[in-house]
Structure formats: structure tokens, C-alpha cells
């Protein structure tokens, strides 16, 4: 099989940090979200609400669908995703989320290859 005939896959990784100044305008989003989904059986609707009620991160979770950022890119046909939240600590000074500092670790590790 030639390079060309092949499908080629491009893993993207986007990693984003949000501030949540408002998490009762994001929960009560989310809530809505949630009740406006008519295919979600009610078990699971009582299981999300109560999750999002709970955690902020879940509340995101069901309010942003990372598979939009390339809905509309011609030339590629989505083969798998996945995605998570979490709360995190966030420092912007600390070297930790140094964007540029990421990516100075992956040329170390390529010229150590």
C-alpha cells in the first residue's frame, strides 16, 4: 500500500485552563444543558445533575463538546475523542505552565530519539 492510499491520523491535544468567576451561571448552564436533553434516560439525568450540582468540572464537561473545534474543518472525518476535567491549582508565574517550557521538553526528548 502506497503512503498516499493510506489515511493519515494527527493526534490534536489541546490543553486548556479556565477561570469559572461565575459557577452559578456555569451550573445553571450546565443544568439546562442537561434538561434540555431529551434522549438522556431520567437515571442518568438525576446522576447528572446531582454530578454537576457538585463539581464545577462536570458542569464544564457537559457544556463543552472539544469534537466542535474541528466540525467544520474540511478534509478530516473524526476517527476518535476523549476528554476530562478537573480542577487544578493554577499559578501563572510557576514555571509548570510554561507553554514554552512543554515545548522545550518535546525537542529534548526528539533529539535524545
Request: a negative charge; charged letters at 35%; hydrophobic letters at 40%.
Amino acid at each position: 500500500m502506497e503512503t498516499s492510499d493510506t489515511a493519515r491520523y494527527v493526534r490534536l491535544r489541546v490543553d486548556l485552563v479556565l477561570e469559572v468567576p461565575d459557577p452559578d451561571a456555569l451550573t445553571g448552564a450546565a443544568l439546562d444543558h442537561i434538561k434540555a436533553d431529551e434522549f438522556m434516560p431520567d437515571e442518568e439525568r438525576s446522576h447528572a445533575e446531582a454530578a454537576v450540582r457538585e463539581d464545577e468540572a462536570e458542569a464544564l464537561a457537559y457544556l463543552v463538546d472539544p469534537t466542535d473545534l474541528i466540525a467544520e474543518v474540511p478534509g478530516v472525518e473524526l476517527a476518535q475523542a476523549s476528554w476530562s476535567t478537573e480542577p487544578v491549582e493554577y499559578d501563572p508565574e510557576s514555571m509548570e505552565w510554561d507553554i514554552d517550557e512543554e515545548d522545550g521538553v518535546f525537542d529534548e526528548e526528539d533529539d535524545n530519539a
